[in-house]
């Protein structure tokens, strides 16, 4: 072992190993080696805490970007503080000029690992999504965007009951946008914030994952590190990537202007829910601004979709999650070439054309129909599309395709009778199946344009709206559930219809859940006055929340035009919470045995007690019911009668 002040510039990682590293930082085991510099297990020799050292090569150091990239990591991974991003610890220069950086040695598998048995299910998927969106909603309120997101800087570790508990590594190549006055007066902050470490055209990041925006070279915002999470959902779904290119070198094209296949397309075998697909599309948008608002919308999405689907996701993870290493071996977070990053320039031509890249698409486009823009992308044959998206350069990619969809728009012309042409071709009063599969996956604009082709189908109301909201567009869906009712009445009957309002109602904030209770108390008949009893009860995030759901409830319960929507068993259910006194009670006991449910069992079994009242509650609360049995025989009667579903 040798101390920092007799350390000698290695020539290799290897030879690192058994020297202490600033006088604190025992190297350990070499982890993963580039042309950059080396990652290390590290122990710190007070505090005996394992930790991952990455160390620049000492000639590297003398390099002024790489030095700032490297200071610009350790600055982004200090200013995020979340549990499921890697935290670093430590940053400075050995004996020997070489720079380091300490970070939570974080002990698991990787994503890519647990890719490579196959897809995962629905729910892990969503679990795994969802904790990164976490990490990336703290990444980017503190101004950092990460740029590379992918399976191999993802790590899943075991903890507690949770097998899946996500880590996000390496931010190598981030964007720092922002920092808070606290890192102000530091020279790393003073030097990098503001300053572009990459010059214009220049492309970082890994090719599979990179958003279009940064793939042509333009700014990087938060919404590329959405779409590189949107990439990673894609592929745990269906085991698969988006896209299938001949060659690596047209991925970044393929990012630019090729449709996104249908899951079932990639993987028929897959059966993934149509409201988490259309989570997916809206992270894949090719336009930034179409993606989600934030990393917050994006969370509120996926806990709406998944609850739509009847997925579960809290809890503890679903089977098929990775199982604890072997005594003795570990699973290091470190990347085969630790420090390895694609600086990507314009793809090369010459791709050969006669590929078959896409599967063929399940949604047939009638001839009178008028396409848009992805269905036209999507009926282009195979070999113009690879052309297109391989062989091309990139800044041509989009006024090709611009020109392409040009030349192939034309308007429906029909044969009548008499051997002319004419309008329209009659066309069916509903959708087919396969179009509103298709529909529903290629999210809401597509589910309008089938609307307006099939204006009798109202069946695609309450999927445009679901659709909506699982893009983090509330107000639009309860927009689209209000003009639903408005036509149809018996929509109201619509499990998934009253499940969306329900949820807007339940999240107490701003204009939405005003919208949600309004078509609560009217519109929806029973079934909003059913709701609005489970609301009156229900549990929700916090204390403070819960009463104010309940208080909400309860006035809305209140108004005599909600009463008259109230069915039997409800009615009595809301004259046995008024009534005040023993006697009132009494008299409705009679009500509550003929058209009482359920629901009604808790606070029936609750006057049973005979205690409750009077000095230190030891007086009953309800004498008038002990001789004789109505009370009794009305608990048994509701009973016998469930509550609605």
């Not at 350790?74 to 549990?83: C, N, T, Y």
């Not at 999470?229 to 001949?246: C, Q, R």
């Not at 993934?272 to 989600?292: F, G, M, N, Q, W």
């Not at 007690?609 to 109505?630: K, V």
Request: hydrophobic residues 40%.
């Amino acid at each position: 072992m040798t101390s920092p002040e007799n350390e000698t510039p290695p020539h290799d990682g290897v030879e690192r190993i058994g020297t202490v590293i600033s006088g604190r930082y025992l190297i350990r085991e070499l982890l993963g080696e580039g042309g950059m510099g080396s990652v290390y297990l590290a122990e710190h020799t007070h505090m005996k805490k394992r930790v991952a050292l990455k160390l620049l090569h000492p000639e590297m150091s003398d390099n002024a970007e790489v030095q700032s990239r490297f200071e610009q990591e350790a600055m982004a991974s200090a200013h995020i503080e979340h549990p499921n991003v890697a935290a670093a610890t430590d940053f400075g220069r050995t004996a020997d000029g070489a720079y380091f950086l300490v970070l939570e040695y974080v002990e698991g598998t990787s994503l890519r690992d647990a890719l490579e048995p196959g897809p995962l299910s629905v729910a892990r998927a969503l679990r795994i999504a969802r904790q990164m969106a976490l990490a990336l909603e703290r990444a980017h309120e503190s101004g950092i965007v990460h740029r590379d997101l992918k399976p191999e800087n993802v790590m899943l570790v075991e903890r507690e009951d949770e097998p899946d508990f996500v880590k996000v590594l390496d931010f190598g190549i981030a964007k720092v946008l922002e920092l808070g006055a606290a890192s102000a007066s530091s020279d790393v902050a003073k030097r990098n914030v503001g300053q572009p470490l990459t010059r214009l055209g220049t492309i970082l990041g890994t090719p599979e994952y990179m958003a279009p925006e940064q793939a042509l070279g333009e700014a990087v915002t938060p919404a590329a590190d959405l779409y590189g999470l949107g990439v990673m959902l894609y592929e745990m779904l269906t085991g698969k990537h988006p896209f299938d290119p001949p060659d690596r070198t047209a991925m970044l094209s393929f990012h630019i202007v090729a449709p996104v296949p249908l899951m079932q397309d990639r993987a028929p075998a897959q059966d993934v829910p149509a409201t988490i697909e259309a989570v997916v599309r809206c992270l894949l948008e090719k336009d930034s601004k179409k993606r989600y608002a934030n990393a917050r919308a994006l969370i509120d999405a996926i806990d709406s979709a998944a609850k739509t689907s009847g997925i579960e996701l809290s809890g503890t993870a679903s089977a098929g999650a990775p199982s604890p290493p072997p005594p003795g071996e570990r699973r290091p977070w470190s990347p085969p070439d630790a420090f390895a990053h694609t600086y990507v320039g314009t793809p090369a031509p010459g791709t050969s054309p006669d590929q078959a890249v896409f599967p063929p698409s399940q949604r047939a486009l009638e001839e009178g129909a008028r396409p848009s823009v992805t269905d036209t992308l999507r009926r282009q044959p195979r070999r113009v599309l690879i052309a297109v998206a391989a062989a091309l350069p990139i800044g041509f990619i989009l006024v090709v395709v611009v020109v392409l969809l040009v030349t192939r728009r034309h308007g429906p012309i029909v044969l009548t009778a008499d051997g002319s042409t004419s309008g329209p071709v009659a066309r069916a009063k509903v959708a087919t199946a396969d179009e509103v599969k298709a529909a529903v996956a290629l999210g809401p604009e597509a589910l309008e344009t089938l609307a307006k082709e099939y204006p009798e189908d109202a069946s695609l109301l309450p999927r445009l709206a679901v659709a909506y909201q699982a893009q983090g567009r509330p107000a639009d869906a309860l927009k689209i559930v209000r003009a639903l009712l408005a036509a149809n009445p018996g929509a109201a009957n619509d499990e998934e219809v009253l499940q969306l309002v329900v949820t807007n109602a339940a999240k107490g904030k701003g204009d939405d859940d005003d919208e949600a209770f309004a078509l609560l108390e009217g519109p929806l008949g029973e079934h909003g006055v059913d709701a609005l009893v489970e609301l009156s009860t229900a549990k929700a995030a916090s204390r403070q929340i819960a009463e104010r759901l309940h208080a909400r409830a309860l006035r809305s319960l209140a108004k005599p035009e909600v009463r008259a929507h109230a069915t039997a068993a409800v009615a009595v259910l809301l004259d046995l919470r008024a009534a005040q006194t023993c006697a009132a009670k009494k008299n409705l006991l009679g009500r509550v045995k003929e058209a009482g449910d359920a629901r009604l069992s808790p606070a029936l079994k609750a006057m049973k007690n005979t205690r409750g009242c009077g000095f230190l509650g030891r007086t009953d609360c309800f004498p008038c019911l002990r001789r004789e049995p109505l009370l009794d025989d009305a608990i048994d009667a509701v009973e016998a009668r469930p509550a609605p579903k």
